[in-house]
């Protein structure tokens, strides 16, 4: 069962909303007034998915979306009345899944919510892919500058500098990466 937290910055009662996604099956978290207090309550709450309800996206909606975003990522739903094509690029910049300006019908909100929840996990992934293949990089490029030195300081070919990185990992139980970076230490160290 999803956890739904429901955002407003409307006057508009969101009863009806409330009481229908309970009706569908989802948990309904406490609601929250303001947009102001939605990273506080993504923290305390913990919910699945977030539902804001708005007649336009302010700045401080958007920067409280992009702090939640950056310290605890959620599929973030959008029912706004507001069409513009500024406001809409600045909510997905700030990490809303779904923004939507027909209004925050009812019957409407399963497939949108399923929607939403697929192009989070699907984002969630490629997020994981980026960080892998960025730390691949870091990684490789200290073995690299591990090897540059050993091939500066020890006149070692780069098969034979490589080959002595993986020997000392192997000996100590350790990554060829984390080896590099003991040898730039110490390098850095001595001068």
Known sequence: MLRVLLVT???KPIGDLRDQLARMGYEMLAEVAAPAMLHAAVESQKPDV???????????????????????????????NDANQQF??????????????????PERLAPIIEVALARFAHEARLRLRLEQV???????KLIDRAKRLLM???GMSENDAYATLR????????????????????ADLLG
Do not use: C, H, W
Request: no cysteine; net charge negative.
């Open 152 to 154: 500066e300081r020890r």
């Open 134 to 140: 960025e730390n691949e990089l870091a990684q490789r």
């Open 88 to 105: 809409i690029r600045a909510a997905v910049g700030a990490g809303v899944t779904a923004y939507s300006v027909e209004g925050l019908a």
């Open 167 to 186: 020997k000392r990992a192997m000996d100590q139980g350790m990554k060829v990466a984390e080896i590099a970076r003991q040898l730039l230490s110490v």
């Open 9 to 11: 910055d409307t006057a």
């Open 50 to 80: 977030v539902i804001i309800d708005t007649d336009s996206p302010s700045r401080d909606t958007l920067e409280q979306l992009a702090v939640m975003n950056q310290a605890a990522p959620r599929p973030v739903l959008m029912f706004s």
